[in-house]
């Protein structure tokens, strides 16, 4: 093809997704949504191959691709242009029974030319817990309304007998049907732009390009594997949930221009809903592999290609109905990321060439805390603390990460305003901000998590209720790389207010100052109520090389910023500092005896 209409369609396609995204933002009326990202838009061939897959939470990508093939399955001749379908079944292809599918055929001239897909996290789903997370699930049947496919729109026009038996079965149904409303307006939009663009080029030119753009991808990821070294890399997650230990194991095998990801060795599926299912482990994995290994390569059925993935039938990364997944994207799934980033950051790091694009695992563990409750104005309020998606930046083998920097698996995530939150729940910020010591410690430095605590503040029924499911304090998940440290774990603790005149909370800065019986939690249903408080910690990212090789300066830096203590710098970084400056010579004594204490203990 002529490579000027080539680059221009290949433009225009980013153009679709983005207005589409653009959109979807602009309807929305969750902070999930419009400030943390918690969604996807893509576009999709005919036959449901990914055709230019989108920014937002990038386990979607393939999931979604496997939703609209689902749908084509499912309603061979009966799909229609105008249609909208929903799917939201994790064993059909959604991650978990809150991530809505809203898929859309596109046909022109009466013909299927390709697909839209789009998905946020609902405001509420019908489960046993409000919001769609539900820690104490044994069944995905308590996990909410699912569809392994249904048709929403028709020909243009509202099923309202569809809709009206959808917003029936949840909670705050007129914020669900915003959620919904959003996504049919993305579809909508994604679908005008995409006939815009074949009225101006011809089908079969557009059709032509995506198939061209999608052979580019390929060749070119082929052609990155070739040069990356062969070899076999392992990495394992481990996730604590109310005592019990369960772990994800990955063998990833390089070999000529494909890669192999194995779970072999990974744990039964659990009890526990932190569980997912084969779509979800395949999305889990390629949600780092598309930003590390194809930061400059179009996200499509090209990269897909190369890719092999086993996963145990039966297993936490595969599990069969009807285990609980309500908790999947920030328990079995995040693992699988953080399995993934690790094993893929330890072959780039193998090679010369692409070296300074390997990295450590960033943020890998999400506190998922969703809190609901009557708020300040009389209504019902159910949402996320967004704070989760603040993360923190893994190290590069050039650079330290970045404080509270995100995630891998979301290039646009983020937190929401303290006072879009205020203003949404009965609650009172006390603090937020970095956390001391949470990066891990390196030569590069991973970038700092963060910590704050909350206090019910004018709540007609005196607080709220939350759901915490996060996968305990006891094993670090943010692995450093070539020597390099973890970063902190995450931490939750209840802050009982007790009676004997304690003081109510006011504005403490510190965990330690908080009146009251600290109680450490992690997985249920607690009441915030009263004057109670809740302490949240969030990992740091994994740091890169031994640190003691980190420079003293580099150290010092850290200590004057609050990002590392005074104590760390000397005992883990063996840097001694005294009368506010570098002791450069007590630094080298202490250093030589560190590494003379290693080489002893093994031997050396």
Known sequence: MDPITFAIIRHRLFRVVEEAVITLKHVSGTAITNEGHDLMVSLYRADGSLLMGGVGFLHHLTSASEACKSIIRRFKDDIEEGDIFLLNDPFTAALHTSDVYLVSPIHHQGRLIAWSACFVHVFDIGAMNPGGFAPDAVDIFSEGFSSPGIKLVSKGQLRQDVWDTILNMVRGPE???????????????????????VDKYGAETVDAASQQLIEQSETRLRARLRELPDGEWQSRQYLDVKGEVFRVFLTMRKLGDTLTFDFTGSSPQSQYSVNCTKWASLGGLFAPL?????YDIVWNEGVIRPITMVAPEGSIVNCTRPA???VATVGAIQSVNNAACSAIGKMLAASEKYAEEATAVWHANHFALFMFGQNQHGRLSIGILTETFAGAGGARTFADGVDVGGEIPNPISRMANVETIESTFPIRYLFRRRLLDSGGPGQHRGGAGGEMAIVPHDAPNGGLDYVLSGKGSRFPQSDGLAGGLPGSVNDYVWVKAEGGGNRKPAFEQSLSDLPGKKEPISWGVFPLRGD???????????G????????????????????????????????????????AQSTRELRSQRRSQRQASMGV
């Not at 109670?532 to 910690?537: E, G, I, K, M, P």
């Not at 990002?563 to 009368?579: D, P, T």
């Open 532 to 542: 109670d408080a809740l302490y949240l910690r969030w990992n740091g990212g994994g």
């Open 290 to 294: 598309f930003p590390l290994l194809c």
């Open 175 to 197: 914020m669900v049907a915003l959620d919904l409303k959003s996504m049919i307006a993305c579809n909508n939009v994604a679908r005008e732009r995409m006939l815009a663009l």
């Open 324 to 326: 609980p997944v309500s």
């Open 544 to 583: 890169i090389g031994d640190p003691i090789d980190r420079k003293p300066e580099a150290v010092f830096d850290d200590v004057a910023s609050g990002i590392v203590s005074m104590e760390a710098a000397e005992s883990v970084y063996g840097v001694v500092l005294k009368e506010g400056v570098v002791d």
